[in-house]
């Protein structure tokens, strides 16, 4: 593709019910928005992912999470993009409020949200590097971080906020960065006391690259807000909100940010009008990237999506230009979407370039092979998960402490390590329904 198409979907509080009764009214809204986003995404060529700024569930429970990932499913299915390009962040509907409501958590919420400045930080820091408070401070989001897992989303005292990045024809790289705003999130809630710290904005400038953020809670959502606008407004071309269930966009400094409206906002609010986006980056020329914001807004009387047209130009679309942004010297095709891989992940970078077939190379580089197996492996119910791994025979008894997520790298490594990404990927493949065609994994023989 010669450019990225996102689609930027907000507040889709799916609950437990959603989609399994006649009486949910939100069904054809979901319908709709899936016609819709086929039809606008095939306009432009076709999608590349799905960006979600939380309130993916509605109270945080794990039956909201299998209803959101199932539609999810479907809506990547209809805009023909794959099933795992979907990156996430939490909101605070994705908070499981018992527990955030426990003695402990409530505790650690309030110690940190009497802190100001550098002191707050210090805090977030001391809280987050110990075991047990951490470990606290996180159980809100365990079926959030379970849900998020299968899309490599999820988030951790080690690694609060998580990285893609995506990888125009040019050699520029749109870095993804999720930051996580449901941290310290309870029934007490309210404006100027949400915290996200200066870690999760303590971007790198990095020559050919620019930052797209994802996060729920907009600034003025944020007890910390100066210092989080000052790093995000300095560095980062393009922040995503939600929140709010009202679009806005803005141009402040060389930055765009967009904060949503809601794809599933409440019936009872005044002014019920669900929205989504589509987002076309692509290169304008040498020094300018181009980005095009497709406002998608509910039409009450028609019961569609219609076009939130430019009012100036009278075109379904609003254009933006990056200055500043040179088209890096060309060295060698780019992946679409890769992680960033460290020395202990080589073993699988390795094995993940080992063979790709005529398909992969037909018009784009070959696809991240690892995300894929990740998505696979983990929306597998959990017994075939475990028979996977006992067949594998790589996994110690201690292993079997770690979470989901933990647990798969775990397996990922060894089974790179063993030689046998190969079996990982046929044994989870022939346990789906719709098995790949072909094993990237398996060596020429």
């Known amino acids: 593709m010669d450019k990225l198409v996102l689609v930027h979907l907000s507040d889709i509080h799916f609950t437990g019910a959603s989609g399994t009764s006649v009486h949910d009214l939100d069904s054809e809204v979901r319908n709709e928005l899936l016609r819709d986003a ?31 990932a199932t539609w999810l499913l479907e809506f990547c299915r209809a805009i023909e993009c794959p099933d795992e390009s979907v990156w996430v962040v939490p909101g605070n509907h994705d908070v499981d409020r018992k527990i955030a409501n426990s003695k402990v958590t409530k505790t650690l919420h309030e110690s940190i949200r009497a802190k100001q400045g550098p002191t707050l930080d210090k805090e977030l820091r001391e809280i987050l590097t110990d075991e047990n408070s951490a470990k606290a401070l ?49 029934e007490h809630d309210a404006k100027n006391n949400i915290v996200l710290g200066q ?53 402040i400094n060389k930055t765009l940010r967009v904060t ?47 076009a939130d047209q430019d009012r100036n130009t009278n075109q379904p679309h609003h254009d933006y230009v990056w200055q500043d942004c040179p088209r890096p010297a060309r060295k060698e095709p780019l992946a679409i979407e890769a992680p960033r891989v460290t020395a202990a992940d080589s073993a699988m970078s390795a094995a993940v370039a080992a ?55 775990e397996l990922f490594k060894r089974a790179a390590a063993n030689g046998l990404l190969a079996r990982l990927w046929e044994e989870t493949e022939e346990r789906h329904a719709d098995p790949a065609p072909f094993n990237p994994f398996e060596t020429s023989k």
């Open 38 to 68: 086929a039809r606008v995404t095939k306009g432009l060529g076709g999608a590349t992912g799905v960006l979600v700024t939380g309130d993916i569930a509605y109270s945080g429970q794990r039956t909201e999470y299998d209803r959101a």
């Open 138 to 186: 996180l159980a809100p989001l365990a079926e959030y971080n379970a849900f998020a897992a299968r899309f490599q989303c999820s988030v951790s005292a080690a690694k609060p906020y998580w990285e893609r990045d995506l990888v125009l024809p040019c050699g520029t790289i749109i870095r993804l960065r999720g930051l996580c705003s449901a941290f310290v999130s309870n």
């Open 199 to 251: 870690a999760q904005v303590n971007v790198h400038r990095v020559d050919g690259v620019e930052y797209l953020t994802l996060c729920h809670h907009p600034p003025d959502w944020l007890q910390d807000q100066d210092t989080v606008v000052s790093h995000l407004e300095s560095k980062v071309r393009m922040q995503l909100f939600g929140h709010k269930h009202s679009q806005r966009v803005q141009e």
């Open 260 to 306: 949503a409206g809601a794809m599933h906002p409440e019936r009872n609010e005044s002014g019920w009008e669900p929205m989504y986006n589509v987002i076309e980056i692509s290169r304008l020329d040498d020094q300018r990237l181009g980005v095009r914001l497709f406002q998608r807004r509910w039409h009450k009387d028609n019961h569609h999506f219609l």
């Open 355 to 409: 063979k790709t077939t005529a398909k992969d190379t037909d018009a784009m580089p070959p696809p991240n092979h690892e995300r894929r197996l990740t998505f696979r492996f983990l929306t597998l119910p959990f017994r075939h998960q475990i028979a996977i791994a006992n067949s594998l025979n790589v996994l110690t008894d201690e292993d079997r402490a770690l979470s989901d997520e933990a647990l798969f790298r």
